[in-house]
């Protein structure tokens, strides 16, 4: 552990639980989170989750856009939920994403687990861009991802950032329970 993944993981915690309220302040400060994570994940030969730090900082302009700007006159976007159909394709392209970037790390890198870790990046952007987007499934997929991302930080040895995202199943759990609860669900 060191202290860059101390401050990440704090970050983390206060971006995630801010993203819960939502309160916009979740995406300037999971910005600053992300960008810390991608040297943690490169020193420990986790390519694909570097790269996706590298999207998510990104992803991060876009839902602080999202959540501020966008919608009726500027008053940003409200919690929503996906049909059947959205939620089977954009689950499938995260598949085929995680395959191909999974095949790419097992063949030109040494990455420490190319294929889970490819996994995890493909289904962590479904996850991020439902978030962008204030749909509700954004919860249960992240508390499935988030699980398995904890038995990967532990394998490598990152405890405290193991138990940040331990953390993160937690506050979404919390997370899906609010939004589910908004009242433009409920029409």
């Given at each position: 552990?060191?202290?860059?993944?101390?401050?990440?993981?704090?970050?983390?915690?206060?971006?995630?639980?801010?993203?819960?309220?939502?309160?916009?302040?979740?995406?300037?400060?999971?910005?600053?989170?992300?960008?810390?994570?991608?040297?943690?994940?490169f020193?420990?030969?986790?390519?694909?989750?570097?790269?996706?730090?590298?999207?998510?900082?990104?992803?991060?302009?876009?839902?602080?856009?999202?959540?501020?700007?966008?919608?009726?006159?500027?008053?940003?976007?409200?919690?929503?939920?996906?049909?059947?159909?959205?939620?089977?394709?954009?689950?499938?392209?995260?598949?085929?994403?995680?395959?191909?970037?999974?095949a790419?790390?097992?063949?030109?890198?040494?990455?420490?687990?190319?294929?889970?870790?490819?996994?995890?990046?493909?289904?962590?952007?479904?996850?991020?861009?439902?978030?962008?987007?204030?749909?509700?499934?954004?919860?249960?997929?992240?508390?499935?991802?988030?699980?398995?991302f904890?038995?990967?930080?532990?394998?490598?040895?990152?405890?405290?950032?193991?138990?940040?995202?331990?953390?993160?199943?937690?506050?979404?759990?919390?997370?899906?329970?609010?939004?589910?609860?908004?009242?433009?669900?409920?029409?």
């Open positions: 552990m060191s202290g860059l993944e101390l401050f990440a993981a704090a970050l983390g915690v206060i971006a995630v639980w801010l993203t819960v309220k939502q309160n916009p302040w979740c995406w300037p400060i999971g910005l600053v989170m992300v960008l810390l994570y991608t040297w943690v994940f020193e420990v030969k986790l390519y694909s989750d570097m790269l996706l730090q590298v999207i998510y900082a990104g992803l991060q302009l876009y839902g602080w856009w999202q959540w501020t700007r966008a919608g009726e006159a500027k008053q940003g976007r409200q919690v929503t939920s996906l049909g059947a159909q959205p939620i089977l394709l954009h689950l499938t392209i995260g598949a085929v994403g995680s395959l191909l970037l999974g790419a790390m097992a063949h030109w890198t040494d990455a420490a687990q190319p294929w889970l870790d490819a996994a995890l990046t493909g289904f962590s952007l479904v996850a991020q861009m439902w978030m962008a987007q204030k749909r509700v499934q954004c919860w249960p997929l992240w508390i499935a991802v988030d699980v398995i904890v038995g990967l930080f532990l394998y490598k040895g990152l405890y405290l950032t193991a138990a940040l995202y331990a953390l993160f199943t937690v506050i979404a759990m919390q997370g899906w329970r609010e939004w589910r609860a908004e009242p433009a669900l409920r029409t």
